[in-house]
């Protein structure tokens, strides 16, 4: 999965770049620095989005244990008073 995210990220960068110089009628290859940075930060900002997925699903699991649980103690606690 990372290496997905990864690949995923980079060609986001770099189209990210290639579009950005297609719209200023540029060459498409005007800095090429420019292109790596992109490619950099778009594997970064995909690696990080997986990351969070996985914390958030984490967190959901969590809170929905927690509502259950306190739905039964509501509910099925409640009777044995």
Do not use: C
């Not at 980079?10 to 090429?32: I, V």
């Amino acid at each position: 999965m990372p290496l997905s995210a990864t690949v995923i990220g980079a060609l986001l960068g770099l189209g990210t770049q290639m579009y950005s110089n297609a719209l200023r009628k540029l060459p498409y290859m005007r800095h090429p620095w420019e292109h790596l940075v992109g490619m950099g930060l778009g594997a970064v900002f995909a690696n990080q989005m997986v990351k969070w997925d996985i914390k958030a699903a984490e967190n959901l699991d969590k809170i929905l244990l927690r509502a259950k649980e306190a739905n039964e103690r509501r509910y099925f606690d409640s009777d044995e008073d």
